[in-house]
C-alpha cells in the first residue's frame, strides 16, 4: 500500500466545492477576455506585423456591369515602392480555383444550382460596383494605394439591374450566359397540390407583399490580412478575421490548390463577423498569390468605404406571403413566394438564407400543417450575398408574425386569442413539424403569458392615453419566435499543460461571443478542475484540426457536447491512472469534484495532481483526449418578446420606449452573457427596422456608401430591456442547451413593425416597409389620412 497517497482535508474539500459552485453552470461569470479588451490588448488581424511585409491594396470597379476591354498598369509599376500588380490572368495562370457556393442545393427540378465560379479577380466582365480587377503591392499601404489609383482599366458599361424583381423579367441584362432570366437556383419545398387545395378550402387567406431590406454587416473590425509563404516547405500563413480555422483553412487550400496540411491560418480577435467573415474572399487568394510571387509577407487592410462593396450583405428579399385559415382562425397552410437577391456572385451559404432557411423556420411556434416555399434566387449587379446574423430564421419568423397580426385585423379575432389558438401545445411535443424537424421540447403558451405579464401589457390602455395627451401615437405587439439552429460536429480536445493549467482546444470561434467563460464553466463543472485553469484555444488550425467553427447559433450546444464527451474520456482515463496510483481495483475508484477516490475510504488524488504525476517532459499527458463529437441535433430556441413605440405623427420619428423579452434557451450556462447576446440581437433588429437599408441607383451605383449616408442604432436608440427566462431543456444534447446568439433579431423585427403598424392603426395605416424612417412614417400617416377624407 502507497502510504503517501494523500488524503485531502476537510478544508480543502469545502474550498474546491466552493469555487466550482461560483463557476457552475448557470452562473453569470464575468467574461475572461474582458479585462484584456477594455484595456485595448486584444489583438485583432490588424495588429500583427511581419518583417519585410508589404502592403496591397485593391483596384476596384467604378462600374456595376461591364466587358473589360483592358487593364493597363505600365503607369503604376513605375511608381515608386511598388512591387507587383496582378491581374486576373495571373491568377488563373497560377491555377487557383474559383470562388463557388459550398452548398449542395437544388432546383426544383432537381439539377443542381448553377455555380458563378468567381475568380479572386474579374477576368472578362465586372458585374457589381467594387468587383475587384486588380491587386497591387507595394512598400507601403499609401504607395500602394496611390499606384492603383494610377491602374487604368478600361471597361465598356452595360445595362444594370439591382431588383431581382426586375432582373428575372424579359429583356433584364444577363450577368452570365449560362444562366438563363439571371435565376442560379429556383428553389421549392413543399406540397404544391395539397397546398393548393388548402388555400382553396380556406374561409379566409391573409396575404401580404413583404420587402425584407438589404443590410451592411458593418462590424467594428473591418476585414484584413496578412499572408506569408514559405518557400522551403511551400506552407502558406495567414492572419485573418474567420469564425472558424479548421474550415477556412480547408476552403482556403481548395481555392489555393494546395493540400490542406500546406495552410496554416491563425485568427486571434475578431471585432465582430455576424456571419460576413466565415467565407472566401478575393482579398485572401491575392494576399497569398503576392507572398508567394515576391517572397514577402503581404498585409492587406480594408477602409469603411470599400467594405461596404467587398463585404457580403444580408436579407433582401421580395416575397408574397400566404396565410390560409379556417372560419375559426386556425391554420391550414402558408405559402411564401417571391424573389431572393443573390447579387453578383454565388458564394458561400448565399442562397441559405433566402430559401430553405425560411423553409425551416417560418412555421415557429405554430401547429401549421403545410408549408409552401416558393423562392427564385436572383442574381444582379449588386454586392454579393451571404449571412448575416440569423441567416433566415429572423426573415422567416418576421413573415409569419406579421402574417398573424394581419390576418387577426382582416378576422376581427384578437391578435393574442389568434396566436394562443394556434400555438402547439406542451403536452403535443414531441411535435412532428410540417418542415420536416421534431421539436423536442417547449412551452410556447406559457412564454407568451410570462412575456405578457413582465410587460403589463394590460397596463397598455393607461400608457395609450397618456402618450396621447403628449400628442404621440403609442403600439404594442407581441413577436413570437422559433429558430431551427444548426448542428454540426465539434472538436474538444483537452492537454493538460505542464504548469498545471489546462487548454481547451475547440473548431468553434469567438468573435465576439465570450466562449471562453463557458465552455470553460463546462469543463469545470464535468471535471472539477478550476476554473481559471482552463485556457481555450481555437487561434491556430495547426492545433485546431476539426470543428465546425461558430454559426447557426450552435455553439454551446456542439462545444458543450464535445467537451462533455472529451471529459468523460479524461475520466476514463484517469480512472484508470488513479487505480493504479492508489493501488486499487479500477472499479473502485468514483469521481467527483476533481477527485478519485478509493470507494468508501478517504483515500484520493486530484486530477490536476494526477496529471501532474504521470507528466513525462516533452510528452503528451497520459490523460490528454482529443476528440470529435458525432454531429450534434439542432434545438428550437424560442420566445416571445413585447415591444412598445411611440411615433410623433407631425415628424414620423419613431422611438422603441418599452421592450420586454421571455426566451427559452433550454440549459443557461451563463446567463449574463446570454443577456448579452440577447441586446445585441434587439439592438441590430432595432437598427433595421428603423433605419438601415442599403440602397442602389438605377445604373447600380450604391448610394449608401459610407456611414454618413448608411445609418446604425446607437445608444441612444436603445431602450431598456426587461429581459427574463422559462427553459424547457432541450433533450438532443447533454447540455440540454439550445442556441441564443441569433435570437434578438429573431424576435424584435416582427414586434417592432407590427407595433409601429399598430400605433398607426387609428389613422387606417395597415402596412408600412423597413426601415421605418421618419421621412416613410410621415408619408405614410399623411397619405392614410388624406384617403380618409375623400
Keep these: 500500500m502507497d502510504h503517501k497517497t494523500p488524503r485531502p482535508t476537510a478544508s480543502l474539500i469545502r474550498d474546491n466545492a466552493i469555487a466550482l459552485q461560483k463557476h457552475a453552470v448557470g452562473q453569470p461569470v464575468r467574461r475572461k477576455e474582458d479585462d484584456t479588451l477594455v484595456r485595448g490588448q486584444g489583438r485583432y488581424t490588424d495588429d500583427f506585423n511581419l518583417s519585410g511585409q508589404a502592403h496591397a491594396w485593391m483596384v476596384r470597379s467604378s462600374h456595376a456591369h461591364g466587358v473589360i476591354r483592358s487593364i493597363d498598369a505600365s503607369a503604376a509599376r513605375k511608381m515608386p515602392g511598388v512591387l507587383g500588380i496582378y491581374v486576373g490572368g495571373d491568377l488563373v495562370e497560377a491555377g487557383y480555383a474559383p470562388i463557388r457556393c459550398g452548398l449542395p442545393m437544388k432546383n426544383a427540378d432537381g439539377t443542381p444550382l448553377l455555380q458563378t465560379d468567381r475568380m479572386a479577380l474579374a477576368i472578362d466582365k465586372v458585374r457589381f460596383v467594387g468587383d475587384p480587377v486588380a491587386c497591387v503591392v507595394a512598400e507601403t499601404a499609401a504607395q500602394a494605394r496611390d499606384a492603383a489609383e494610377a491602374v487604368t482599366v478600361e471597361i465598356d458599361p452595360l445595362p444594370a439591374v439591382t431588383a431581382s424583381a426586375d432582373a428575372v423579367k424579359p429583356g433584364a441584362p444577363l450577368l452570365y450566359d449560362h444562366i438563363p432570366n439571371n435565376i442560379a437556383l429556383d428553389y421549392y419545398s413543399g406540397d404544391r397540390d395539397a397546398t393548393a387545395a388548402a388555400f382553396a378550402r380556406a374561409a379566409h387567406v391573409t396575404s401580404l407583399d413583404i420587402v425584407n431590406t438589404r443590410v451592411a454587416v458593418v462590424p467594428m473590425e473591418p476585414r484584413a490580412g496578412l499572408a506569408a509563404y514559405d518557400q522551403a516547405s511551400g506552407r502558406f500563413t495567414a492572419h485573418l478575421p474567420t469564425q472558424g480555422v479548421s474550415g477556412n483553412a480547408a476552403a482556403l487550400a481548395k481555392l489555393m490548390n494546395v493540400s490542406r496540411e500546406k495552410i496554416r491560418l491563425l485568427t486571434y480577435n475578431v471585432g465582430g463577423s455576424f456571419g460576413m467573415k466565415n467565407a472566401g474572399y478575393p482579398e485572401y487568394v491575392c494576399l497569398l498569390h503576392a507572398a508567394r510571387a515576391l517572397g514577402r509577407p503581404v498585409k492587406w487592410l480594408d477602409e469603411r468605404s470599400t467594405s461596404f462593396l467587398s463585404d457580403n450583405h444580408g436579407r433582401a428579399q421580395e416575397v408574397r406571403c400566404e396565410l390560409a385559415l379556417d372560419k375559426r382562425g386556425v391554420i391550414l397552410a402558408v405559402r411564401v413566394t417571391g424573389f431572393g437577391n443573390l447579387g453578383a456572385y454565388v458564394a458561400g451559404v448565399g442562397p441559405l438564407p433566402l430559401s430553405l432557411n425560411i423553409a425551416k423556420n417560418i412555421a415557429s411556434v405554430y401547429r401549421t400543417p403545410l408549408i409552401e416555399v416558393d423562392i427564385k434566387c436572383v442574381l444582379t449587379n449588386t454586392t454579393f450575398m451571404g449571412a448575416y446574423r440569423g441567416a433566415g430564421r429572423p426573415e422567416a419568423n418576421y413573415f409569419m408574425e406579421r402574417l398573424m397580426d394581419r390576418a387577426a385585423a382582416d378576422m376581427n379575432i384578437d391578435r393574442l386569442a389568434l396566436r394562443r389558438r394556434n400555438m402547439i401545445r406542451p403536452r403535443q411535443i414531441p411535435f412532428a413539424a410540417a418542415n420536416g424537424l421534431t421539436y423536442d421540447s417547449g412551452d410556447f403558451p406559457a412564454v407568451l403569458d410570462k412575456a405578457l405579464e413582465l410587460a403589463d401589457y394590460a397596463g397598455f390602455a393607461k400608457r395609450k392615453r397618456e402618450a396621447r395627451k403628449r400628442g404621440k401615437l403609442r403600439g404594442i405587439a407581441v413577436g413570437c419566435y422559433l429558430e431551427v439552429t444548426a448542428g454540426l460536429s465539434e472538436l474538444g480536445k483537452i492537454d493538460f499543460e505542464p504548469d498545471g493549467g489546462v487548454r481547451l482546444t475547440s473548431g468553434t470561434l469567438d468573435f465576439g461571443q465570450g466562449h471562453a467563460t463557458p465552455f470553460a464553466q463546462v469543463l469545470a463543472d464535468k471535471l472539477g478542475i478550476p476554473f481559471d485553469s482552463i485556457r481555450l484555444m481555437q487561434s491556430d488550425s495547426d492545433i485546431v484540426h476539426a470543428g465546425g467553427g461558430t454559426g447557426g447559433s450552435r455553439s454551446i450546444m456542439t462545444a458543450g457536447t464535445a467537451i462533455i464527451e472529451a471529459g ?223
Design 568 to 790: 468523460d474520456l479524461v475520466i476514463a482515463k484517469g480512472r484508470a491512472a488513479a487505480a493504479d496510483k492508489l493501488e486499487a481495483a479500477e472499479s473502485d475508484i468514483e469521481f467527483a469534484e476533481g477527485r478519485f477516490t478509493i470507494a468508501g475510504t478517504d483515500r484520493s488524488i486530484g486530477l490536476i495532481e494526477l496529471a501532474e504525476a504521470l507528466a513525462v517532459d516533452g510528452k503528451p499527458n497520459p490523460l490528454d483526449v482529443d476528440h470529435v463529437s458525432s454531429s450534434v441535433a439542432s434545438t428550437f430556441p424560442n420566445g416571445c418578446h413585447v415591444s412598445e413605440v411611440e411615433i410623433d405623427p407631425d415628424t414620423g420619428v419613431t422611438t422603441v420606449v418599452k421592450y420586454t423579452a421571455v426566451n427559452d434557451f433550454g440549459t443557461v450556462v451563463n446567463p449574463m452573457i446570454v443577456a448579452g447576446q440577447l441586446h445585441g440581437g434587439v439592438v441590430q433588429g432595432i437598427g433595421q427596422v428603423l433605419m438601415e437599408a442599403v440602397s442602389y441607383d438605377d445604373s447600380g451605383q450604391p448610394v449608401t456608401g459610407s456611414l454618413m449616408d448608411y445609418a446604425l442604432p446607437r445608444a441612444a436608440d436603445a431602450p431598456a430591456m426587461t429581459l427574463s427566462d422559462l427553459p424547457s431543456p432541450a433533450t438532443t444534447n447533454p447540455l440540454g442547451a439550445k442556441g441564443c446568439g441569433e435570437a434578438g433579431c429573431a424576435g424584435s423585427m416582427a414586434t417592432l413593425v407590427n407595433a409601429a403598424i399598430d400605433a398607426l392603426a387609428g389613422d387606417g395605416v395597415t402596412q408600412i416597409e423597413m426601415p421605418l424612417t421618419p421621412e416613410r412614417v410621415w408619408r405614410a400617416i399623411r397619405d392614410a389620412r388624406r384617403a380618409a377624407q375623400t
